[in-house]
């Protein structure tokens, strides 16, 4: 079973509509991640947080919103999105970022999927 | 730059065949990690294995056996009597050490090969 949680599991929502993704886990891991994954792709990376605070932002429009309000739960605030926006995202965490030259393992939650109408 | 290429896009088997699922990967670094990892119809990416460029060890688990091979920068991935339950699409990734000029944190994916066990 997954540590790592995620709400909802599917969400619908309007271009003019705020919601919000959730992800939890109850792992003591302190980096966290947020994915986007179109079908028949691989999961592209979006966001890292690391201790609490956003370590990398892949060039994310910022109708997406990251928020990381304690080392175990991560937040995706959507606004305005478009329909290409419709995707399975998905949260991971892991340990750490890695240190001494070995990264730690990625685990992932569920996923929410989203569509954009 | 780091690339990842799963050749195989789909593979159709009857159940209790053994298949495997290719892995070839492209790196700069000396040191790297690669990863499978499995995602059911449900969408969960589940973790199974991780290696490092040092351990040429091959891995067996259960049904499940990973054969990495530097010479020829593979990592291919076998399951042994397939079941129904091993229908998924299956990720091979690879990452590299902290001092690439990034960080170990992110993960450059192939495209994936679902895997359709057949009853």
């Known amino acids: 079973d997954t540590e790592v949680t995620q709400t909802p599991k599917h969400l619908v929502m309007g271009m003019t509509n705020k919601k919000s993704l959730k992800c939890e886990q109850h792992?003591?891991?302190?980096?966290m991640y947020w994915y986007k994954q179109k079908a028949k792709k691989p999961p592209e990376l979006m966001f890292v947080?690391?201790?609490?605070?956003?370590?990398i932002n892949e060039s994310v429009p910022s109708r997406f919103s990251p928020e990381c309000p304690n080392s175990s739960l991560l937040n995706l605030h959507l606004h305005a999105l478009q329909p290409e926006d419709s995707a399975l995202y998905l949260c991971?965490?892991?340990?750490?970022?890695?240190?001494?030259?070995?990264?730690?393992?990625?685990?992932f939650g569920p996923g929410t999927r989203l569509t954009v109408l | 730059a780091q690339k990842v290429t799963q050749a195989q896009t789909e593979i159709s088997v009857v159940e209790k065949e053994d298949v495997t699922l290719d892995c070839v990967y492209e790196t700069r670094d000396t040191t790297y990690y690669l990863f499978w990892y499995k995602q059911p119809p449900s969408g969960e990416l589940v973790f199974l294995i991780r290696r490092n460029s040092f351990d040429e060890q091959n891995e067996i688990s259960g049904r499940y056996s990973w054969n990495f091979q530097k010479s020829t920068s593979s990592f291919n991935f076998t399951i042994t009597a397939s079941q129904v339950v091993d229908s998924a699409v299956y990720f091979c990734a690879l990452t590299g050490p902290h001092n690439s000029g990034g960080s170990n944190y992110k993960l450059t994916f192939g495209k994936g090969t679902l895997l359709t066990v057949n009853p």
């Open positions: 947080y690391s201790y609490e605070k956003l370590s």
């Open positions: 792992m003591g891991h302190r980096a």
């Open positions: 991971a965490s892991s340990q750490d970022l890695g240190a001494a030259g070995s990264p730690d393992t990625q685990y």
